[in-house]
């Protein structure tokens, strides 16, 4: 770890103007663009700058949860079923398209100043689905106008859709409970079926980072801003460039959340059918929504002073401790969710914030395992193994357009992500509520 190229893009981070406290690195860190993912800083909401490569190309990639009122020992002979219809139903790969009928500019420029709240007005989400998401599934100050129309050409198929690399939907069952009045107040219970969607903004949001931060690199000069890394690239949060790329990030992180609330609905849909069940017998429902790539402004006490910064947290979650107000009322009491998808192999985690978090690290957590090795190093060493049958072995059902999605995302690629959360429980941060033990797979 002391060679690793992210720890130098820690410390570049830290010189960053009006960074407020320290650059801070999650124990998922691995190399970024410009940050490091599993980065997180805060820069003064007035004097700080706004950096792209904080927030990362999939502009709120993110994760979901949803509980259901299956039990495994229902769901495990018609695991290959529930698959295949789960496949049929989400797109999922390079270019994935067609979840739902395509949406004119003019539709897509209501999805991305709404977010979740489109979805809702259209049938694909309830009232209960916003209030589990994080911000309300809508970020303020979204602007249509600042989505050029490649962006929206991009995005305008995408709606509902898992798209490629290391995005899934997980369909697992509890198989550890570590705090059993957290995990009542979040409504799991062993053996229950969960389903975790990880997804972000699509095409639309990478072509909206890629579109600004040309924008930016021309602009620092003009400012003064000199940085040991370009890929930092930054200008003042009170800019025209800064507010153009902060209501357009806005507009993509709204696109996201949409993109997931679609997507949830779909697999509830794929459970129905392929199940044959009442969706009062499936009882499919958010326990939350976070997403890991984004800034936000947010106040926090500095030097014990409250301060309003913009948080950058580029592969890492919000982890807001109990009683926090944008926290909804029903889980006000235990603190927020923070969802920490694994690999396909082993496990993913349930926690929730901790107050310490507010004090250490402006209420952020880890987001994932972190990458032991590259993508292009993981195929190779794959070499000709059925990966396949390696996951069958172990209890996981993969579908996959091409073997070489699964084998870059083989489960050891990745760090051991119980390795990760022990070390953020143990800085008191977050807090294990439940183990969630996958056994059904739809690789991006």
């Not at 909401?45 to 993110?62: K, L, Q, R």
């Not at 790969?93 to 259209?122: C, E, F, H, T, Y």
């Not at 760090?415 to 807090?431: G, L, N, Q, S, Y």
Request: glycine share 12%.
């Amino acid at each position: 770890m002391r060679d690793d190229p992210a720890l130098t893009q820690v410390a570049n981070v830290a010189c960053l103007p009006g960074i407020v406290g320290y650059s801070l690195a999650m124990p998922d860190i691995h190399w970024g663009y410009g940050f490091p993912i599993g980065g997180v800083a805060a820069v003064d909401a007035h004097e700080g700058v706004i950096s792209p490569g904080g927030v990362g190309y999939d502009i709120n990639c993110g994760v979901r949860l949803a509980r259901t009122n299956l039990h495994f020992n229902s769901v495990e002979p018609k695991i290959d079923r529930l698959a295949d219809a789960l496949f049929n139903k989400i797109p999922a790969g390079v270019g994935s398209w067609g979840a739902i009928p395509g949406l004119s500019i003019g539709q897509l420029k209501d999805v991305v100043r709404d977010g979740a709240k489109w979805a809702l007005r259209n049938g694909y989400a309830t009232e209960r689905d916003l209030e589990h998401t994080e911000e309300g599934g809508r970020l303020p100050g979204a602007d249509p106008d600042r989505i050029s129309e490649r962006a929206y050409q991009r995005g305008s198929k995408q709606l509902g859709t898992l798209g490629s690399g290391n995005h899934f939907l997980e369909v697992g069952r509890v198989d550890e409970i570590y705090d059993s009045k957290l995990a009542d107040a979040l409504g799991l219970e062993l053996d229950q079926v969960t389903i975790m969607i990880h997804s972000g903004s699509r095409g639309l949001g990478h072509q909206t980072c890629d579109d600004h931060l040309k924008v930016i690199l021309g602009a620092m000069a003009r400012y003064g801003i000199s940085l040991p890394d370009r890929q930092l690239a930054a200008v003042p949060i009170s800019s025209a460039e800064g507010q153009a790329y902060l209501a357009a990030m806005a507009a993509a992180a709204n696109f996201a959340w949409c993109n997931r609330q679609v997507m949830m609905h779909l697999a509830e849909q794929a459970f129905l059918e392929a199940l044959s069940i009442t969706p009062k017998e499936l009882n499919f429902e958010l326990v939350y929504d976070v997403c890991h790539n984004i800034a936000k402004f947010e106040e926090h006490t500095v030097d014990g002073h409250k301060r309003l910064v913009c948080v950058h947290r580029k592969g890492a979650t919000r982890a807001f401790g109990p009683g926090h107000a944008a926290l909804p009322e029903a889980l006000r009491p235990v603190g927020q969710p923070v969802l920490i998808p694994g690999d396909m192999g082993r496990y993913s985690f349930v926690l929730v914030g901790l107050e310490t978090a507010m004090r250490e690290t402006f209420g952020s957590s880890c987001h994932g395992a972190g990458r032991l090795m590259s993508r292009t190093k993981a195929k190779r060493e794959v070499g000709g193994r059925d990966l396949r049958a390696e996951l069958k072995a172990l209890g996981v059902t993969v579908r996959a357009h091409t073997r070489a999605g699964i084998a870059e995302e083989m489960p050891h690629a990745y760090k051991d992500v119980a390795e990760v959360v022990e070390v953020m429980e143990a800085a008191r941060v977050t807090r294990r509520v439940a183990r969630l033990k996958p056994f059904a797979v739809i690789k991006g």
